[in-house]
């Protein structure tokens, strides 16, 4: 169970239909595929290792599902974080995960700013969203034009695949470790309890930071 294979699969079997619609973007599942690889090239030059936390900071949107597919296409282990914390909080977070590499959209440019100061373990930032990025920020959509697609790391079964963030009701969140096989098995088990025919268009309104709207992209 590796979460990647759903891409094999539609590359294989429907290159050309619509993967993802956001705004006025459209990708093919080929395009989508070919884009996961060249953010994975570029996160893995930034030196994400297999195991390696990286953040992204962001609103839903394609580049969100993109960052999940990528993280894990490169070895990695997604750390969605909670859109709706202080700058302090999110310090807590990216440090409590030692979480090296933090993407960030231009709405929250400068909270992924102030990291620089407040957390101890970013070493990266990187900016990952419309519009130009901020100065002496890495710009991804720049990086990935001048990537190779690189290969699939395949990591799967029991292998980390998230650190998901609690409330933090009773005191400070907690990042749930989550793998692979825990995430692929859950949306098996949501297929089997309500299927999806072959043509179905989802629309995500839910937090993508948040498991729920996680699981609802997978």
Same mark, same amino acid.
């Given at each position: 169970?590796?979460?990647?294979?759903?891409?094999?699969?539609?590359?294989?079997?429907? $290159?050309?239909a619509t993967a993802l619609v956001c705004?006025?973007?459209?990708?093919?599942?080929?395009?989508?595929?070919?884009?996961?690889?060249?953010?994975?090239?570029?996160?893995?030059?930034?030196?994400?290792?297999?195991?390696?936390?990286?953040?992204?900071?962001?609103?839903?949107? *394609?580049?969100?599902?993109?960052?999940?597919?990528?993280?894990?296409?490169?070895?990695?282990?997604?750390? $969605?974080?909670?859109?709706?914390?202080?700058?302090?909080?999110?310090?807590?977070?990216?440090?409590?995960?030692?979480?090296?590499?933090?993407?960030? *959209?231009?709405?929250?440019?400068?909270?992924?700013?102030?990291?620089?100061?407040?957390?101890?373990?970013?070493?990266?930032?990187?900016?990952?969203? *419309?519009? $130009?990025?901020?100065?002496?920020?890495?710009?991804?959509?720049?990086?990935?034009?001048?990537?190779? $697609?690189?290969?699939?790391?395949?990591?799967?079964?029991? *292998?980390?695949?998230?650190?998901?963030?609690?409330?933090?009701?009773?005191?400070?969140?907690?990042?749930?470790?989550?793998?692979?096989?825990?995430?692929?098995?859950?949306?098996?088990?949501?297929?089997?309890?309500?299927?999806?025919?072959?043509?179905?268009?989802?629309?995500?309104?839910?937090?993508?930071?948040?498991?729920?709207?996680?699981?609802?992209?997978?």
């Amino acid at each position: 169970m590796y979460l990647t294979q759903p891409l094999h699969k539609a590359l294989q079997e429907r $290159p050309h239909a619509t993967a993802l619609v956001c705004g006025e973007r459209r990708h093919t599942f080929a395009q989508f595929v070919d884009r996961v690889a060249r953010l994975a090239a570029v996160l893995q030059d930034l030196g994400v290792q297999p195991g390696d936390r990286v953040g992204l900071l962001a609103l839903n949107s *394609d580049r969100y599902v993109e960052y999940l597919y990528a993280t894990w296409w490169a070895g990695g282990v997604i750390n $969605p974080v909670n859109i709706r914390w202080s700058a302090r909080e999110i310090a807590y977070s990216l440090d409590d995960s030692d979480t090296r590499i933090l993407l960030a *959209d231009a709405n929250f440019a400068e909270v992924a700013r102030q990291q620089r100061e407040l957390s101890r373990s970013l070493k990266t930032l990187v900016h990952f969203g *419309d519009g $130009p990025a901020p100065e002496g920020v890495a710009d991804a959509e720049a990086l990935m034009a001048q990537a190779q $697609p690189v290969p699939d790391a395949r990591r799967g079964g029991s *292998d980390l695949a998230a650190v998901m963030y609690t409330g933090g009701t009773t005191g400070l969140p907690k990042g749930v470790m989550l793998t692979h096989g825990n995430l692929y098995a859950g949306q098996l088990s949501a297929n089997m309890a309500a299927k999806r025919p072959d043509e179905a268009v989802g629309l995500n309104m839910a937090p993508m930071f948040h498991v729920g709207g996680t699981g609802l992209t997978l």
